[in-house]
């Protein structure tokens, strides 16, 4: 018989295998988990280096090496279009190209007939005469010109110097109030000894000032200075919207007491050359050295003479009509 020293052996024996057995049930995977798939496919180095690192519509397949149950598919990876946020426009670094205007070029409307000529008359048959003043020296003759004219009623055309308006505001535009002014230049100076860029600064700078202080557009009324005239001072005066008026007769009077000049010299003058449409040539200002104003002085005699005659009197307006 077996003692009870063996009998305690082999009961110890069971007993230690079967709790190797349940501790090998314990820790195995298959039967501690069954039911649960694996959160996290494990992959063998192999099969890593085969999965491609670019983003991609569809996720790669890959192969489990630990587990004999598959794990769950991975989601589909989707491509995501990246937001695209628009560049601001480019700041120039360099300044735009300065654009230079040139200076317009008058709109005239000025009849065919008159351009390239520097009149002397007003072109008629009709006994009509226009009495002209050119202002650019002293305004001592204008305050009773103004008066004769308009107690008589006889209507003046006038050329000024930017000069003379520049000197005299009040007189130029007491005369512009009443009549036509015309542009006489800016500086009084002899044109046909200028070039035309300088001719074309003589007109423009009067007429801006003619205008600026009378109101009044000069245009298209021009006397060349001491009627010093060629065919190149007249194409660049046409240019600039003006028809040059000469005269048929200078009375003369501007050369005062002391170059032997009077009031009746003055209207015998005047009267010894009239015709029709004749333009006479006087002066506002006085002699610098003898103070003399002849041309105002004989104005009213003047005036009663050309009456007498059968003439009557216009404005320069007759040949070329209002200005443009």
Known sequence: MEGAGGFRQRIWAVVVAVALSVAACQGSPEQAAPASPSPTPVFSSTTRAQ????????????????????????????????????????????????????????TCSIPSALLGRDLTTLGTTRKVVALTFDGGGGNEGVASVLRTLAAEGVPGSFFLTGEFVDAFPASAKAIAARHPVGNHTYHHPDLTT???????????????????????????????????????????VNAECYVPFRWTVDTLGWKGTSGGQSVATVVVRVTASLVPGQIVLMHVGAHPTDHSTLDADALPRVIDALRDRGYSFVTLGAVIGPAP
């Open 194 to 236: 200028l070039s035309s860029s300088a001719i074309r600064t003589e007109v423009r700078t009067a007429a801006a000032r003619i205008t600026t202080v009378t109101g009044q557009d000069p245009r298209p009324w021009f006397r060349f200075p001491f009627g010093a005239v060629d065919a190149r001072t007249v194409s660049v």
């Open 51 to 106: 999965i491609p690192t670019s983003t991609a519509t569809t996720a790669p397949t890959s192969t489990t090496t630990t587990s004999s149950r598959p794990g769950p598919t991975p989601p589909p990876v989707t491509a995501t279009r990246p937001t695209v946020t628009p560049s601001p426009p480019p700041v120039a670094t360099t300044a735009p190209p300065v654009t230079t205007t040139a200076t317009p070029k008058p």
